[in-house]
Every structure is written in C-alpha cells, then in structure tokens.
C-alpha cells in the first residue's frame, strides 16, 4: 500500500488561462518533457521506456483526459482538465474542487483579460495556490513587468517574479532566475535538452540585483528569519528563499511569476522545477470535509491507511469506449476488486478495474490511495458529484445545494 510519506511527491494541479495564451502549448510541452524522463511501469514492475514521443512528436500531444498523471523528478503530477468556461458551471467548480495547485497561464503581450479574472475567482473562492507563467516572451510587444503589475491591480494578488526575462521578442534568450543567481538557457531546436547554466551577463546585473531586492522584501514581510538577515545585511541562501516562498504561497499571501516560451520551448523546465517547489501536495491541504448519515459535518484525513472516500469529478468516455469515472481519492486506499458504497444514490458498486492515463496510454493498476487521482471502468450507478465510501462509514463529499449558480448543467 503507498505509504503516507509518498504523498509529498504527488502534485494535483490545474492550468487555467484565458484563451489563446497558450494553455495548450504550455501543457504539451509539460507532457513532453515529462513524457522524456519517465519510465512506465519502473516503480512497480520494470517494463520498457516509455519511447511514445517520438512516433507523437509529429502529430502533436493533446492533453484528452479528465486527468493526466505525468512524471517530473521523483514526483507524480496529476493535471487535472480546467475547463476555462466563464459560465461559473458546476463543471468548471468541481475540477477545481479536486485540484490542489494551478499554474496560470498568461500573455506576455495581452497580459489579464478578463476571462483570466473570472478563472482567477473562482480559484480564490476555493483558496487554489498558484504560480504564474507569462507566456510568449518571445511575441512582438510582449511586456513581462506589464503582465506583473496587472496581476497585482486586476487580479488583486501580490506577484511575486522569482525570475526576469534575458531579453524579449525576438531576442528573449532565457531567463534569470533570481533564486539560483543564474541565467539559464534553452535548446529550442532540441526539445528535452538539459538547461544550460550560465552566470549572469553584466547588462542584466542591475535589473536582477534589483529584483532579487525586491524578492527578499517581500519574503521579509512573510518570514521573520529572512527580515532579520535582511535587515542585518546577511546573505539569503536558495533553501530559505525557496521554503519561505513555498511558505507564502501556500498561504496564499504570494504568487510567483516565472515567464518563458512554451512555444520556443523555453521555460517550461523549470516551470515543472516550481510545480514541484511552491504547489502544495495532498498532506499540505486541509482535511476533507463531508456530509454524515446524519446531516452533521465529518471530516477524512488524507491517509491511505483510513477509510476510503472518494469523490467521482467527471465521467468520460475514452477512445476503446470505456465509460471512465475520473475520482480524486481524499482517504483511504481504492482497491480494485473492492465493492464500494455511493451513498448518494444508495448503491453498492464494485470496482473492476483502475486506470492511470497518461499522455498517450492508459495504465491498470492495482489501487489508488489518498491524495491521488485515477479513473474507474464498470461503474453502474453512479454519477458525476457522488461521493464512493465505505458502507457503513457514510459520507457524502459534494453537498446537494452547490454553492454557485448553476448554469448549463445537464
Ligand atoms: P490556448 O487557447 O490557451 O490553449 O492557446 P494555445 O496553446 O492553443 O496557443 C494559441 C496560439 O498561440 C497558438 O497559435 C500557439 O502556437 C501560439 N503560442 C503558444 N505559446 C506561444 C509562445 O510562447 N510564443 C508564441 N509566439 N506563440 C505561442
């Protein structure tokens, strides 16, 4: 059974953009550098390298699932499908219900528009740590501290750039990343090549030595340790910018900005670097919270060793026209096999087979524990919204009356 510790590594995240900021782009190229690093089967039974993207490489990878569980160093990241409707639907609550973090994707020459505001709050009302990414640097007209200022003035957060762009347009290099203290630069002709290192050119020193400035300053007034070294003039290391910022971030107080070109292939390496470093994992979110037989609140603790409860956020149906039933498991252990209870339509439903999709392949495993997302095949009765438990231990995770306005709702 996966062990609570193993839960740390697991990121459950969105992408939401307004349209054509390059949600898309952005999403394939998570999928491909992912796809480069990560051998199916290594963990649990050893079977080959996953080679699929260079037969893909051509036709492209589109993200087709409810969830597409991907790979980065050691860590498993579920991308969990945002649709970026305007209309506060029911659809569009409940996947960002069952995510943990988001990556915001914006142009770095439209900046915020509105459609990124309505997205934006609705990730506030359900309290969604984010980091942003602006997008297109390389765009004719594209303006990162632009993009900067207006998340703060429409969107009323506190950016905060953990990098700068080397150049823009037709000129955007790389970036600098003010944390390592390094220029990093991208292969765009070679996609999945390492990133290249490089100490900071002299023309940048003075925009960085000031954004790293203005860096600590805003850590400071989040964290007494940096304030005291701040104040004392004593160096900040990456560790405690990183842990202070991952810190602020959780709680919602900052949200680092990073920039590239999904497009030109740069940027999108260490944009999985921050997935890992500021998102929250399952164990950094609160308890989830239900409804008992009775009516009275209960809580479940994110744990594979307790009760299962699980919440079914989408059903679909895939290309070997299989009816999947897309669940985020809260607690508990999913076990295929298992017969399972859907209070909400007083059923017994008993679990046949679990899958993992991943870009281009569908994965059967065993179980799926707490904090993770997968997709069950055979379900009979149950419909998006319900909750699937332990009979006897009821609860029901998705309240009857959903808070919002519910349009176009089947
Ligand atoms: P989505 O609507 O947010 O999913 O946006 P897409 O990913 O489909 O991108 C919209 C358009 O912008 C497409 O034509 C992309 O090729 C283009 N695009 C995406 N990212 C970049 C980028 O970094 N630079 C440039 N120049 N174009 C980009």
């Not at 898309?24 to 480069?36: K, M, S």
């Not at 260079?54 to 160093?73: L, M, P």
């Not at 969990?80 to 770095?108: K, N, Q, W």
């Amino acid at each position: 059974m996966a062990a609570l510790k193993d839960l740390a590594d697991v990121r459950n995240i969105g992408i939401m953009a307004h349209i054509d900021a390059g949600k898309t782009t952005t999403t394939e190229r998570i999928l491909f550098y992912t796809g480069r690093s990560y051998k199916i089967g290594e963990v649990h039974d050893g079977t080959a390298v996953m080679d699929w993207m260079e037969q893909e490489q051509d036709r492209g990878i589109t993200i087709t699932s409810a969830a597409t569980t991907c790979f980065w160093k050691n860590n498993k990241i579920n991308i969990i499908d945002t649709p970026g409707h305007v209309d506060f639907t029911v659809e569009v609550e409940r996947s960002l219900r069952v995510l943990d973090g988001a990556i915001a994707v914006f142009c770095a020459v439209g900046g915020v528009e509105p459609q990124s505001e309505t997205v934006w709050r609705q990730a506030d009302r359900y309290k969604i740590p984010r980091i942003a990414f602006v997008n297109k640097m390389d765009r004719i007209g594209a303006n990162y501290d632009r993009c900067v200022k207006m998340i703060r003035d429409r969107l009323g957060a506190n950016p905060v750039p953990v990098q700068l762009p080397a150049g823009k347009e037709a000129e955007f290099k790389g970036v600098i990343d003010l944390i390592e203290e390094k220029m990093l630069l991208f292969d765009e002709q070679s996609l999945g090549q390492e990133v290249t290192k490089v100490d900071i050119p002299s023309e940048y020193i003075e925009e960085f030595t000031a954004a790293r400035m203005m860096l600590l300053e805003k850590l400071a007034d989040f964290d007494e340790e940096i304030m005291e070294k701040y104040l004392d003039d004593t160096s900040v290391s990456a560790p405690e910018i990183y842990s202070a910022l991952r810190k602020a971030t959780l709680a919602l107080k900052v949200v680092p900005v990073l920039c590239g070109s999904a497009f030109k292939n740069k940027g999108v390496q260490p944009l999985l670097d921050s997935v890992i470093e500021y998102l929250p994992s399952p164990l950094d979110v609160k308890d989830v919270e239900g409804e008992g037989s009775d009516g009275e609140v209960v809580s479940r603790k994110t744990d594979p060793a307790e009760k299962m409860a699980a919440l079914v956020f989408k059903l679909q149906s895939d290309s070997f026209v299989e009816n999947l039933a897309f669940v985020r498991i809260y607690s508990g252990t999913l076990k295929i096999g298992s017969k399972v209870y859907n209070p909400v339509k007083n059923k017994q439903e008993k679990i046949s087979k679990i899958m993992k999709l991943h870009a281009n392949k569908r994965e059967e495993v065993q179980e799926i524990a707490a904090g993770d997302i997968g997709a069950l095949v055979g379900l009979k009765f149950t419909t998006t919204g319900d909750t699937l438990c332990e009979k006897g231990d009821n609860i029901i995770l998705e309240s009857m009356d959903f808070p919002e306005p519910v349009i176009g709702i089947a």
